[in-house]
Structures are given as structure tokens and as C-alpha cells.
């Protein structure tokens, strides 16, 4: 076995015998990139974010006006790739800002539902007791209730607005998260170093955001990315319903409402925002999954 | 003698428990003084755990500190602020636990953990603390400390991680450090090097340990004066030589011969002691320890011993005590340690000796 011995002592003389440092987001990120899917779907959202974003300074025409000597519910042609609308104007400028309110409705709602949801489930996790209790409590009761008809209700209430819609969604979908991130803060603050850190004098904030927090942060991220499509597909439901953001602004929702009465004569007005939600949902879903599996060791294969 | 930094008086801490009040620690009493290395020892459940719990104010629901003093430099630390207490923590007292693994969080770095306890109490300036880190690693002698701050906990070994946590203790030179069972998931040789550093920077750094452990050997090796408990009391209090050469309280005789030693003859037989701990709900009247205790005699049954002293430095709460348990009753030479074996004492309607009781058992039931 000498010859098997001989090559460890040397590397062992050259310096480094132990694998190569690898922290918890590599080691993720590295098993995400074996997921196909999941790689698939990150390529397309990143597209997705591009045209996004391009369309905060550049669409083909302005999305909003109607434009002269062109006609209604045209199919694709050279000057308009999707089309016209039933009034005349450009889908794809259209649909550019549509793909730009969805992944800001999406997003938003996930940092609203991410900032409450963490808080209050880290308290009522933490600090238990009553606080917990009337927590827990709450939360239960709206359990009862379809969220969709919550967020009708306070977006009727509130008034129209991007902003609007994005805390229309969150006053339901943060409670998801806080039961999530309630119980690890439940189990986890029974873990030693926590009361390691409490018998060194660590304040409650330090303990919640710097210990309970970064331990519990792999389910958060995923279940934040859930809540993206919830949020992009509950947006395009109330658009479609004419509940959603007001017009000319465009969002996939109203244009997929606009065009279902011309539907048995022109598709594409419908097909290409119910392409475009479809696939998108999907490919956020795919990247859950996928985050899920590189980040929940207790779920790898 | 210099005044004590730390003294217990008449500390009870209970849990209540759905299946009743658990009297985890009923009226201990203890002094710490500057410097001083104590060792507190019992098996597991007799509220050596609890008690240093309760010094730190970390006992958490159902348990309660119902009674006593915890009076350090001066202060009740059972009636002073939240917030003070919180300062205290990590700054004037300090604690190392069990499971070094599990100590440490698993997602931080060790340097930014070594950092956080010194953080918490601003004791130091910022730029100061990177440095001090590493000075606290190579204090505890890990290796290669400059690129092991940057470490993960599950990078380093069992050992490491101790060192680490005992750095994490020392880092703001904390007047007494509490060591609750510190070697215990480490294998031997580790459990050795440990409690050198632990001796060195007691020696060192001047801070009085206590050492909680249920290993007599530990406690031989670091300590000086000894508090031996059991269900929840100290029976036994004296410095490391009168434990283990003249223990008064039965418990603590029985517990030493139950431990293997290297100087013992050959054919010495290991005795267990049997029975097991009192439920802490419901405990016997009388002496704790009378369900278990071989030199029982009918005072035990009745009325609970008083700590007294029995020699000078060393106190027993024992009615019988083993001075004169060697002299009436043969001590040195029964090898039955059943309860009531020397004395004979077997109270009627309490608990039979096992023999019956096996008897009982082989008995055919019906015909």
C-alpha cells in the first residue's frame, strides 16, 4: 500500500490535503446548475428581465397610443411581430410591458411578503407565548378565507395602482411565509448555539437576525420564489377581470381580456399572453423546485 | 480567605411540568471564590445543569427560579434588569457547553462567532477584534489560527471546536467561567488536552471555573473543591482530596466505587449503585438518597440531613455519615450495596428488598 501512501505525504508536504473550501451558497448553486430545468428556466427569466428592463427605455412603439393608419387585431407582419390590438396598437411594445408589470407585481409582492413574513415569523417563533398566540390566531382565521377574494376586496378598497395591487396580494400571501419561517424559529431556537449565543450575552435582534435568520434563510428563498408566479398569475387574473392595473398601461391580464372577444377571429391577441404567463409561471416554478433541491439537504436525491 | 464572586444561597429552581412540579434544584448553597476551580458532579438529572442555568438566567419555560440569592460582586442576579443580566452573560460570567457541534452555528464563520461574543459587549474597539480573534485561537492553541478563523465549525474537529468555544468564553475575560460537561463528547485524548487548557488559563487568566461534569475523573484532574449533587441537593462539599480519600455521604462513596481506578487491586469489584434517582416530582421524604443508601437507619426515613461540617472544609448532609458507617457497619468490606444492606434497615410497607421482589415476580400466578 506504499504506493497508495506515497502521493497523500506528498500532496499532504505541498500544502493542502482537504477538499477545497466550499461555504453553503456554492455548494447550492453548484447542485442547481446540475438541475437542468432549473437551469433552463433561470436562462429564460433572465431574458425575460432583460426585455423588462429594455422596455423601460425602448419599445418598438409607444404601448399606449394608437397608432394612425394601422389596423385593429392585425396578425404578425414585418412592422408589428405580434400584431395590433383591437384598438391598433403595438402587441409586442404591448407585451414588452406587460412581461415589465408582471415581474414588478411578482417581485414587489415577494419583498413585501418576505419583509412581514420573516418579521413576524421570527417573533411569533422566537419570543412565543401570547404573541404567538394572537399570531398563530390570526393567521388561521384568514386560512378560512380564499385569498383571491381578500385581495379583490382591499384592492377595491385601496383604489387602483401598481403599488396597490402588490399589497392587495401580500395580505395574504405573507402568512404563508410566517408560518414557514414561525416554525424554524420554533425549532431552531432550541438549538445550542442559541443558547450559546444567549449565554454570551447576544442581544434578541443579534439572535433573531444573525442566528435564526441565516439558518433558516434556504426554505425562505424558496418559498419566496413561489411566491412570485402566485403573485404574476394573481395580477393577471384581477387584469383580467378589468380589476387590475388601470389602463393604457398594459399588463398580460388585460390584453388577454381585450383580446377574448376577438378570439374565433384573430388568436394571437390571446395566445401570446397566455404563451407568455404560461411559460413564466412555469419557469419560476421549475427555479422553486430547483432551489428547493440545492438548498434542502433533507430533500436531495 | 478572599470574599467570594459568586454565592448561592438557598437556589430552587423548578419546572412546572403538565405531570406536576419537577424540584429540579431545592436549596443549594455554594461560594465561588476569585480564581478558585470547582467542580460540581452528579449523575445526570440531579440539577447540575440546572443550577448553572439559573446563575446565567437562561432557565428557560415551564422552569422557574422559585427561591434564593445569586449574589455576584455584590449584586442579586436574580433581581437585577434584563438588560443587565444580558451584559453579565458573556462579559463577567461565561459558559462553555456539552456538545461543541451544536454549540457553534453552523452557517457562520468561527472567527465571525469569536467576534459576535466581543461585539455584544463593546468591550473593544472594532479594528481591534480581527486581531483578537486570532490572538483567542492561538491563546487556546489552535493551530494555523489566521486561516482557521475563516473557518465553518464542520471544518474543524471535535476538539477545535471546543478550543473555539472556550475562545468564544474567554474572549471578553470573563471572572468565571462555567463549563458544563466540556469534555464529555469528546474521546479521551482530546478530553485530556482540554482540560490542560482549561487548568493553563485558569492559571493564566486568573478566572474561576466551575467544572460540571459527571465524570469524577475530570473533576480530579482540574479541580480543587468538589460539590457532589444529587437529586437536586448537594450532599456532599469538601476539596478534591477529602472526596476522593474520605467521602462522608454515602452517595459519594458509592459513586466512587463505582468508577474504575488504575491503582485499584486486582479482583476490587466494580459496585453499581442500585435503584434509581427519585422522581423529582414526588420525592421520598426524609434523606433523598434512603431508597438507595446501603447504611440507611430509621432517621433517614423521616427527617431530611442538614449539611454540616464533618471535617474541616468539608460538609456532608448525612445522618450516618461513612466515619461511622466504616466503624458500626463494615463499609470496607460489604460487597452487597443493595439499599439497607449494612444496616438492615427495611422500613415495612416501603420498598422491599429486591430479593422479594424477584421472589414476587417468579411466583406462578394462580393454579
Redesign the interface.
Known amino acids: 500500500m506504499a504506493s497508495v501512501a506515497t502521493p497523500i505525504l506528498e500532496e499532504y508536504a505541498g500544502g493542502t490535503i482537504?477538499r477545497a473550501?466550499v461555504?453553503?451558497w456554492r455548494d447550492g448553486f453548484r447542485r442547481l446548475r446540475r438541475n437542468r430545468l432549473a437551469l433552463a428556466a433561470l436562462v429564460y427569466l433572465t431574458a425575460l428581465l432583460l426585455i423588462a428592463v429594455v422596455a423601460v427605455f425602448w419599445t418598438p412603439y409607444n404601448p399606449a397610443t394608437i397608432l394612425p393608419n394601422t389596423l385593429t387585431y392585425l396578425g404578425p407582419s414585418a412592422a408589428h411581430p405580434l400584431g395590433t390590438d383591437d384598438l391598433g396598437r403595438d402587441l409586442l411594445s404591448r407585451m414588452m410591458q406587460g412581461a415589465q408589470i408582471s415581474l414588478i407585481v411578482g417581485v414587489g409582492t415577494s419583498a413585501i411578503v418576505l419583509t412581514v413574513g420573516v418579521v413576524v415569523g421570527l417573533i411569533a417563533g422566537y419570543f412565543?407565548g401570547w404573541i404567538d398566540n394572537v399570531i398563530s390566531v390570526f393567521i388561521n382565521i384568514f386560512y378560512g378565507i380564499p385569498g383571491i377574494l381578500v385581495a379583490i376586496i382591499l384592492y377595491l378598497v385601496l383604489g387602483r395602482g401598481l403599488g396597490n395591487i402588490m399589497i392587495a396580494i401580500s395580505a395574504t400571501a405573507w402568512m404563508d411565509m410566517a408560518r414557514l419561517v414561525r416554525g424554524q424559529a420554533f425549532s431552531i431556537r432550541e438549538?445550542?448555539?442559541i443558547?450559546?449565543?444567549?449565554?454570551?450575552?447576544?442581544?434578541s435582534g443579534?439572535i433573531l437576525f444573525?442566528?435564526i435568520l441565516?439558518?433558516s434563510?434556504g426554505p425562505i428563498i424558496v418559498q419566496a420564489t413561489f411566491v412570485i408566479p402566485i403573485a404574476i398569475l394573481t395580477e393577471a387574473f384581477l387584469s383580467y377581470l378589468g380589476l387590475g392595473i388601470p389602463s393604457p398601461l398594459a399588463s398580460w391580464g388585460s390584453i388577454a381580456s381585450e383580446g377574448y372577444a376577438a378570439l374565433p377571429l384573430e388568436p394571437y391577441m390571446m395566445l401570446w399572453p397566455a404563451v407568455a404567463l404560461s411559460v413564466t409561471l412555469l419557469a419560476f416554478n421549475f427555479l422553486g423546485d430547483g432551489l428547493r433541491d440545492a438548498f434542502d439537504p433533507r430533500q436531495r436525491r | 480567605m478572599t470574599n467570594p464572586i459568586l454565592e448561592v444561597r438557598n437556589l430552587s429552581t423548578h419546572f412546572f411540568t403538565d405531570d406536576g412540579e419537577v424540584k429540579a434544584v431545592r436549596g443549594v448553597s455554594f461560594d465561588v471564590a476569585p480564581g478558585e476551580t470547582l467542580g460540581i458532579v452528579g449523575e445526570s438529572g440531579c440539577g447540575k445543569s440546572v443550577t448553572a442555568m439559573s446563575v446565567l438566567g437562561l432557565v428557560q419555560r415551564p422552569g422557574k427560579v422559585v427561591g434564593g440569592e445569586i449574589m455576584f460582586k455584590g449584586r442579586d442576579l436574580l433581581k437585577v434588569t434584563r438588560e443587565e443580566l444580558r451584559n453579565i452573560r458573556g462579559r463577567d460570567i461565561a459558559m462553555i457547553f456539552q456538545d461543541p457541534l451544536s454549540s457553534l452555528n453552523p452557517v457562520l464563520r468561527v472567527g465571525y462567532q469569536i467576534d459576535e461574543a466581543m461585539y455584544a459587549h463593546d468591550k473593544i474597539a472594532s479594528g481591534d477584534v480581527e486581531r483578537r480573534g486570532i490572538d483567542l485561537l492561538k491563546q487556546v492553541r489552535v493551530s494555523d489560527a489566521e486561516r482557521r478563523i475563516n473557518d465553518f465549525p464542520h471544518q474543524f474537529s471535535g476538539g477545535m471546536r471546543q478550543r473555539a468555544m472556550i475562545a468564544m468564553g474567554l474572549s471578553n475575560k470573563p471572572d468565571l467561567l462555567i463549563a458544563d460537561e466540556p469534555t464529555t463528547a469528546l474521546d479521551v485524548t482530546v478530553q485530556a488536552q482540554i482540560l490542560e487548557l482549561l487548568r493553563d488559563l485558569n492559571e493564566q487568566t486568573g478566572a474561576a471555573i466551575i467544572l460540571i461534569t459527571h465524570n469524577l475523573g475530570v473533576v480530579a484532574g482540574l479541580c480543587k473543591r468538589v460539590l457532589v449533587m444529587y437529586a437536586g441537593e448537594i450532599v456532599e462539599e469538601g476539596t478534591v482530596e477529602q472526596i476522593f480519600e474520605s467521602p462522608q455521604h454515602p452517595y459519594t462513596w458509592s459513586l466512587l466505587r463505582s468508577v474504575p481506578r488504575i491503582d485499584a487491586n486486582r479482583g476490587h469489584r466494580l459496585l453499581s449503585i442500585e435503584g434509581l434517582p427519585p422522581d423529582l416530582i414526588d420525592l421520598p421524604q426524609g434523606c433523598k438518597f434512603n431508597p438507595r443508601c446501603p447504611f440507611r437507619v430509621e432517621r433517614c426515613f423521616k427527617e431530611s440531613p442538614p449539611i454540616e461540617q464533618v471535617a474541616p472544609a468539608q460538609h456532608a448532609a448525612c445522618w450516618v455519615t461513612m466515619a461511622r458507617a466504616y466503624a458500626e457497619m463494615g463499609a470496607g468490606t460489604i460487597t452487597d450495596t443493595s439499599p439497607g444492606a449494612a444496616s438492615g434497615i427495611h422500613p415495612a410497607g416501603r420498598s422491599r428488598p429486591p430479593t422479594e421482589v424477584a421472589a414476587a415476580i417468579a411466583e406462578p400466578i394462580g393454579d
Not at chain 1, 195 to 203: F, H
Open positions: 482537504a473550501q461555504g453553503l412565543r438549538r445550542e448555539y443558547e450559546a449565543a444567549r449565554a454570551s450575552g447576544a442581544r443579534k444573525g442566528h441565516p439558518n434563510l
